[in-house]
């Protein structure tokens, strides 16, 4: 790419950032601020990121709306109404336009492009991108705000092509209409997505069949509508709530319970997991007894308290014990939040199917075939997932000092400083990478702290008259063993799951290697702050 004329090699910019989600928008509005010359680029035709893709049906939060929106502008918070407590994609699609029209950013985002290449070129101190239609463009410095969960996967089953009627990931769902009355209709997949779209197109299917690999421990959500006091309410104490999410390990709203689940007599345990199970959101997870998730003994009692629910539900005992989980303890997964989701293998149109007994052995023209059975569908939603956290830098072909991959780098896991910086990639930030805070958070919470620190790194830059950072291969050892240390005593880092970068459907994926940060987002915002107030030690500027 480096050869190329300077006609040849696009437009310049001073920042160039791939994504219009969440992230990219803030840092788009932040430095625009600066006075910089920004230009975004985005693979799909609007903004909203993980909201502008994931339109199937059930799509909706887990965070509650009202700490989930950005808490940076009094005006966006007071213009602003969420609808229910936990608001379904349509209403955060159009959140997120609303966002991009008050703040005018769609005329610095280019849509309808996918960056396929960057390259660091070293003798002009630039990055180069090109975009999947051979467009291309440069800039001194580069963002990726290309999301933790936007690359799609599908499961290597033979056949997936042959099948001739209606198939959809869920994260790539049509923009028109989709019906599933009167029609047979399979789902592959029970996480998090699933586990939505189950339940929501149980409600109008024909016949459903359900293939299930793994099932999960999935929570009530006991969603709502927000009224009018309440709503007045969450307007008026918006700093408070924001305080609250900051101080919490997660920033999520619910923080945890500062008893031992194993100090307290068993009817306490019981009648706290009881309340916890009858209030929304992810109390049961993240407000829980503050050794459930470290604890292996503690984590079995709200597992048996959880595999119980599971029994109450389900009428038929042995499709409640399929449903229950048999390799992971409660919380170190995903935890899916539900909304009748059990309910749905009580009607008689449904029908589980365990893979782990009988395998898909291939998608046929008709339909899906396991090792015991033919299944006929007219329509097939593969809620398989993603390609977590570095799958969409492996989408990309990233090159740094001395044409270096990316990939190549990150083969035994991915190494950075902060998760924001990697050695050998001057002047790129990764907002929202791996080993960052962000990737185990309430997101936005965690975006607009990432967004502000490299916008202050890049006014630093400036005033000091600096053209190039780039973190020390020594900060970022130091980094990555901390992020290591910090995973050390959880239970989910001995469990296979995206947040260990296991995914059976992607070549290379089957290793556990940590993605994310398990600090706990109040010391990764002090460890940031640190770095700066050093003058942000652990990079070189020149
Ligand atoms: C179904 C679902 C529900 C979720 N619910 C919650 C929740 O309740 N609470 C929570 O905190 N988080 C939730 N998340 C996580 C969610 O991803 C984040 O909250 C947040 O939206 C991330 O914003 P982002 O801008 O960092 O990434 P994204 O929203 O993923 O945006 C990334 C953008 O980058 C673009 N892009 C990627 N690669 C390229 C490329 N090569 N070229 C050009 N453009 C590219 C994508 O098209 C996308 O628009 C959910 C995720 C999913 C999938």
Redesign the pocket.
Known sequence: MSTMSAAGRGEAYDVIV????????YQLYRLRELGLRVRV????DGV???????RYPG?R???ESWT?GYSFSEELLREWDWSEH?SA?PETLRYCNFVADKLDLRRDIEFN????AVAYDEAANEWEIEIVDGRRARARLLIT???????PTMPTIPGVESFRGEAYH??TWPHGPVTFAGKRVGVIGTG??GV?AITEIAKTVGHLTVFQRTPNWCAPLHNSPIDAATQAHIKATYPEIFARCRDSFGCFIHQADPRNALEVTPEVREAFYEKLYGEPGFGIWMGNFRDVLIDRDANATITEFMRRKIRSRVRDPKLAETLIPTNHGFGTRRVPLESGYYEVYNQPNVRLVDLRETPIERITPTGVRTSAAEYPLNMIVYATG?DAITG?FD??DIRGVGGRRLREKWADGPRTYLGLQIAGFPNLFT??GPHNA?TY????RC?EQNVEWVTALIRHMREKGHVRVEATAEAERGWTEHVLETGRRMLFTQVDSWMMGINSNVVGKQKRTFMVYAGGAPKYRERCDQVAAAGYSGFVFA
């Open positions: 791939i994504g219009a989600g969440l992230s990219g928008m680029f985005e693979a799909g909203g990121g993980t909201w502008y893709w994931n799509a939060f887990d965070s989930y936990f994609q492009s996918r960056i396929k705000a290309i999301g933790p969960l936007s690359a869920t994260g998090a997505t939505q993603f969409s989408r990309i907002l929202v962000a958070c309430n997101i936005p975006i």
